[in-house]
């Protein structure tokens, strides 16, 4: 059974930080490269970044860069957000997705992604 899950979001202060892991089980995990997407109330689910199948080369949304970093451990199957300097507006729910597509291409079109994972809440108060 192929899972994607993603755990680590919760409440966090303006300024504060989080951790978002997505572990991944039943698919090649290093034949696909990883994404973080998420959901606003009222807005579409958006990629936030990617990452390539060796880690070398990542993908980040204007809005987040210089803030978050994703990394991936092949060995533990598992993607790793590292959010800081969260805003109200990254208040989302977080998922994560895979894709056996290059890094890029198409980073938005959520149909290029095979397996997606059940989402985390992430919350930012102000």
């Known amino acids: 059974e192929v899972q994607l899950q993603a755990s680590g979001g919760g409440l966090v202060e303006v300024g504060g930080s989080l951790r978002l892991s997505c572990a991944a089980s039943g698919f090649t995990f290093d034949n696909y490269v990883i994404a973080w997407f998420r959901q606003a109330p009222g807005k579409e689910k958006e990629a936030v970044s990617q990452i390539d199948i060796n880690g070398g080369k990542t993908y980040y949304r204007d809005s987040v860069k210089g803030r978050f970093t994703i990394s991936r451990d092949n060995a533990k199957n598992t993607v790793y957000l590292q959010m800081n300097s969260l805003k109200p507006e990254d208040t989302a729910v977080y998922y994560c997705?895979?894709?056996?597509?290059?890094?890029?291409?198409?980073?938005?079109?959520?149909?290029?992604?095979?397996?997606w994972g059940q989402g985390t809440q992430v919350t930012v108060s102000s």
């Open positions: 997705a895979a894709t056996p597509y290059g890094l890029g291409a198409g980073v938005d079109r959520r149909s290029w992604y095979d397996y």
